[in-house]
T-cell receptor
Framework: AQSVTQLDSQVPVFEEAPVELRCNYS??????LFWYVQYPNQGLQLLLK??????LVKGINGFEAEFNKSQTSFHLRKPSVHISDTAEYFC???????????FGIGTKLQVIP | SAVISQKPSRDICQRGTSLTIQCQVD?????MFWYRQQPGQSLTLIAT?????????ESGFVIDKFPISRPNLTFSTLTVSNMSPEDSSIYLC???????????FGQGTRLTVV
């Protein structure tokens, strides 16, 4: 079984400042890793995913994440946030051999003008 | 990508009644998933629905409470039966392309039970 830990439930950050949202996972098998964003009253949208290859993954809206196998982490970063980035961000993992996706509890990013 | 339509988008229901949520996908998919997102919490998988077979339920979820239909490769329904206020949640339908490389989500159904 897989599990995901998002270490911060809420992250306030000033506009144009950098941000890092932390995610750690555990699994006994190879995994795929994802970050999803949920804007208020909307469904989930994929920001980026790690399947294999380069450990630095670039996604939409200027976000990127780095897969660190030794630390079992997949932290999400953005060098300069915008008000429109205010949303909830979910880290997720799925086993390579199985399609079930396990989600973290989410991190609410609040961008302060 | 996959386009997923969920109906209704929201509903307010009386306790003891049932609500059926529909999920329509714009292309054929092997597996469809139903998630629940309780207020302030993450997504929890309810069940996995394959066409032509009975849904597979996760621990803590039972067919009598959450019956699922999957009549074809583009459609599924989830029924929330005998509702109580604790069932107030967002229910989301999800699919992937069978490659396990990305899950696509519907907009969700926001259910309030009074």
């Amino acid at each position: 079984a897989q599990s995901v830990t998002q270490l911060d439930s809420q992250v306030p950050v000033f506009e144009e400042a950098p941000v890092e949202l932390r995610c750690n996972y555990s699994s006994s098998v190879s995994v795929y890793l994802f970050w999803y964003v949920q804007y208020p009253n909307q469904g989930l949208q994929l920001l980026l995913k790690y399947l294999s290859g380069s450990t630095l993954v670039k996604g939409i809206n200027g976000f990127e994440a780095e897969f660190n196998k030794s630390q079992t982490s997949f932290h999400l970063r953005k060098p300069s946030v915008h008000i429109s980035d205010t949303a909830e961000y979910f880290c997720a993992v799925s086993a390579v051999s199985y399609q079930k996706v396990t989600f973290g509890i989410g991190t609410k990013l609040q961008v302060i003008p | 990508s996959a386009v997923i339509s969920q109906k209704p988008s929201r509903d307010i229901c009386q306790r003891g009644t049932s609500l059926t949520i529909q999920c329509q996908v714009d292309s054929q998919v092997t597996m469809m998933f139903w998630y629940r997102q309780q207020p302030g919490q993450s997504l929890t998988l309810i069940a996995t629905a394959n066409q032509g077979s009975e849904a597979t339920y996760e621990s803590g979820f039972v067919i009598d409470k959450f019956p699922i239909s999957r009549p074809n490769l583009t459609f599924s329904t989830l029924t929330v039966s005998n509702m109580s206020p604790e069932d107030s949640s967002i229910y989301l339908c999800s699919v992937d392309r069978g490659t396990n490389t990305e899950a696509f989500f519907g907009q969700g159904t926001r259910l309030t039970v009074v």
